[in-house]
């Protein structure tokens, strides 16, 4: 049986969370949190809840009546799947497929001035997203108290590594012809 990959845990994950979803309602708690950082497209949100529930990992309950939605439940096997990958601490590297990270990699390749506005644009678009985490951060529901810890440590991640990439960007487009800092 194939290992499980991040979208089968983000699923029984969001299962764990919530309780009993749908698909759609699936797609929905996705939207409003991990989606920010793992996006996984809605095709396949759909199919992954089946496919765990083939492994019995999610029971699937199907409405008798009305729009005989499907709902998938979080079986003991697929809490103690869960449980099991929460408690491994290693985990793969992190994939990184940024499209200004590959524009800067060939820079040299370019007019120079191409990457001032490279800068310009990626600092800009970083401030929109540092905005946006802070907003959510400061959202975040106190009297949640299991899922504010949680929503807040990512969020605090998520604004430290905006700012990075705002500080970064903001400075190669003041000076781009500075060499960069070595340790």
Do not use: C
């Not at 499980?4 to 969001?14: E, R």
């Not at 749908?22 to 996006?39: G, N, Q």
């Not at 998938?72 to 990184?96: I, K, M, N, Q, S």
Request: glycine share 4%.
């Amino acid at each position: 049986m194939p290992e499980l990959g991040p979208q089968d845990h983000i699923v029984l994950g969001l299962v764990a969370r919530h309780g009993p979803l749908t698909p759609y309602e699936l797609k929905a708690r996705m939207e409003e949190s991990v989606d920010y950082f793992w996006p996984i497209p809605h095709a396949q949100l759909y199919r992954v809840p089946v496919r765990l529930a083939e492994r019995g990992l999610l029971r699937e309950e199907a409405e008798e009546t009305g729009r005989r939605r499907r709902v998938f439940h979080l079986t003991d096997a697929g809490r103690t799947a869960l449980r099991r990958w929460l408690a491994e601490p290693r985990t793969p590297p992190p994939e990184t497929r940024d499209p200004a990270q590959l524009k800067l990699f060939f820079a040299d390749l370019g007019d120079p001035e191409d990457i001032v506005e490279l800068a310009r644009s990626q600092a800009a678009e970083h401030r929109r997203w540092l905005d946006l985490y802070r907003r959510l951060r400061h959202e975040i529901d106190p009297d949640d108290r299991v899922r504010a810890e949680s929503r807040s440590r990512i969020l605090e991640l998520a604004v430290r590594h905006e700012q990075a990439y705002v500080d970064f960007w903001a400075e190669l487009a003041h000076n781009p012809d500075r060499s960069p800092h070595r340790d």
